[in-house]
């Protein structure tokens, strides 16, 4: 069976929604493939190489894999990746992975599971990874389309992006380091991420192109000073405005994508990348 599931872009309100806070995240038009076949032993291959079950390597897989076997024992399985979404970069990658090995792993063996359980499982494995995450990843990657988180409404996202990647990192590092800054200034970081909730209830009803930049522009201030931007992003950034365009991090950053509103000019090195209503689907 191979399953499919999309990955997202964080409009607004990543690290704030880890702490309770507003986000706005659509599923894009990038997916990761998980073809899982009945076997006598585990065999993962990806990008990342041919493993067994080797947590180091692939540790979403791996933890996907332990999971399930908590609902229905399995011998073996042969697994194979294959995905649109740079890894590592603030697109979802992650999650998308998790989601569709669930998922694959569900139709080859008939867990019974449903996509709200497939997204729950998807969720813990996220946890057991990561340590501390918000769960929009999992979501999004799960049922598709664009999100106001916690609390699940639909938005309207009329919008194309712009996205250009400066390399991979850890998200659980950048979460870690949000955590210590917070423990060290709890008053400070707080009311920034009271900031970011407002950028995102706000976002969630826009329909206004400038509006929806000027959105962009401060929240990307308000990660920079969270200690999530680094001098690469800041210098591009920078790049991009003197060109008249507006950009900010998606996902963790310490590297990963940036992204901006796509009016029809694409700058150098971007891609541009859109709105998916579809979330994990079987596709065989
Ligand atoms: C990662 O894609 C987004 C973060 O907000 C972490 C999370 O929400 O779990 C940085």
Known sequence: MIASAPGKIILFGEHAVVYGRHAVVSAINLRCRVKVKKS???????????????FDRHPYVVQAVRRF????????????????????????????????????????????????????????VEIDVQGRASGIDPFISTFGDSWLFPERKKVLMPFKFFVINLGSRSTAEMVRRVAELREKHPEVIERIFDSIDAISLEAAEITSEDRLEELIAINQSLLRAIGVSNPEIDRTIAELERKGLRAKITGAGGGGCIFGLYRGEKPEGSFVVEPEKEGVRIEE
């Open 69 to 124: 076997m908590e609902v229905k024992n399995i011998p073996g399985a042969e697994i194979e990746i294959e995905s649109d979404i740079p890894v590592g970069s603030g697109l979802g990658s992650s999650g998308a992975v998790t989601v569709a090995t669930v998922a694959a792993l569900n139709a080859e063996f008939d867990g019974g599971m449903d996509k709200e359980d497939i997204f729950r499982m998807a969720r813990q």
């Open 40 to 54: 006598a032993i585990f065999k993962i291959k990806s990008v990342l190489g041919e493993t067994g079950l080797d």
